[in-house]
């Protein structure tokens, strides 16, 4: 059993301990560390991990690192998962397999206006490899974890690894591929909510509508009875 993940060069490693990867992340990135700081933890139920990025376009176009890293995920489940393994995307970052929320990703950064070019982002990522013991049973039917899904053989330091990995190759298409074509083409083919209705609370206000897919900047379309909007993903940026 590994112990420790091993990276690419390009990222370096922090081991969060019992503190939680995303508040460690933000943290030093705060303090101004260098882009490719990737914190994480694993117990026997989770697994949590946090890449500390530092964009160089205005933050309309740098949270394309969410999609990015969504797709990444879905890739390592590709490698390391039985191939009759069902992995879908959520728009608002969240992660099925086989049909139940088994994760999410989660995007933070500072206050920062839309033509602006952050500081930082921080992109995280939280699964389960078994199921929370502080859920009661049929509390949350939706959820489920990897031991319940036939990927209980996943090793966590395995899958570290992996993400990683496939985080480094998407967001380097987001530079040499500015438009996104293969990022849009392949998160297209993993949404979740494609063609059904779709309920999401954000800012503290509800929007539902139909899935319509989204725009070049992974904004999400929803037609609804009245109109047909537009939510930009930077409205999943969370302060931090």
Not at 152 to 177: K, P, Q, R, V
Request: glycine share 10%; charged share 20%.
């Amino acid at each position: 059993m590994k112990l420790f993940p091993q990276f690419p060069p390009a990222f370096k490693g922090l081991a969060a301990g019992p503190a939680n990867p995303r508040t460690v992340a933000i943290a030093q990135a705060r303090r101004g560390v260098d882009a490719g700081l990737l914190v994480w933890s694993a117990t026997d139920e989770r697994l949590m991990t946090a890449l500390v990025l530092a964009p160089d376009v205005p933050l309309e176009k740098a949270v394309a690192c969410l999609p990015a890293c969504a797709v990444a995920t879905r890739n390592a489940f590709g490698t390391l998962a039985p191939p009759e393994t069902a992995v879908h995307l959520e728009w608002s970052g969240g992660i099925r397999l086989n049909g139940g929320l088994v994760g999410t990703l989660r995007l933070s950064g500072p206050t920062c206006g839309l033509g602006e070019i952050p500081d930082w982002l921080v992109v995280s990522l939280e699964l389960d490899l078994e199921p929370q013991a502080e859920r009661e049973p049929g509390e949350t039917p939706d959820r489920t974890a990897l031991s319940q899904e036939g990927c209980g053989n996943i090793g966590a330091m395995d899958f570290i690894e992996t993400w990683a990995a496939h985080c480094l190759y998407w967001l380097n298409t987001l530079e040499t591929d500015p438009k996104h074509r293969d990022l849009s083409e392949n998160w297209a083919g993993l949404a979740w909510h494609s063609g059904n209705e779709l309920r999401l609370s954000l800012a503290g206000k509800t929007v539902a509508g139909k899935y319509l897919g989204v725009d070049e900047d992974f904004g999400l379309l929803l037609k609804n009875d009245r109109e047909t909007c537009l939510l930009p993903l930077t409205d999943l940026l969370e302060e931090g």
